[in-house]
């Protein structure tokens, strides 16, 4: 069983920086992309970003392209999300989440079926990001 756990929400005026962190539980050879959703009080979860393990492939939701970067970093089994330019909109409870390996990944990669939260399988307990305006 994988288990994520993030870190660095906080409060952060609009317009400041905020990194957001996910530790990976076991060894990302069986993990074949990791991606972080939100859920604004009231709202439904949203895609943010995804990026697929062994490779350079990333993803990103049009409403942070440009403000946010994910990365991995494969010595520490962590997944980063810096987030940029922040904006009272980005206020949400942010969700790592972790795709194995082993599930058939040849569709994930089309058709945007990477920002489905059923193409996850592990997700982490959430971190309150609170941008004041």
């Known amino acids: 069983q994988v288990q994520l756990v993030e870190s660095g929400g906080g409060l952060v005026q609009a317009g400041g920086s905020l990194r957001l962190s996910c530790d990976v539980s076991?060894?990302?050879?069986?993990?074949?992309?990791m991606g972080w959703f939100r859920q604004a009080r009231g709202k439904e979860r949203e895609f943010v970003a995804a990026i697929v393990w062994n490779g350079d492939t990333t993803y990103y939701a049009n409403s942070v392209k440009g403000r946010f970067t994910i990365s991995r970093d494969n010595a520490k089994n962590t997944v980063l999300l810096q987030m940029n330019s922040l904006i009272p909109e980005d206020t949400a409870v942010y969700y790592c989440?972790?795709?194995?390996?082993?599930?058939?990944?040849?569709?994930?990669?089309?058709?945007?079926?990477?920002?489905?939260?059923?193409?996850?399988?592990?997700w982490g307990q959430g971190t309150q990001v609170t941008v004041s305006s």
């Open positions: 989440a972790a795709r194995r390996s082993s599930r058939s990944n040849v569709y994930y990669n089309i058709n945007g079926r990477y920002a489905y939260s059923g193409e996850y399988d592990y």
């Open positions: 076991e060894r990302t050879f069986s993990i074949y992309a």
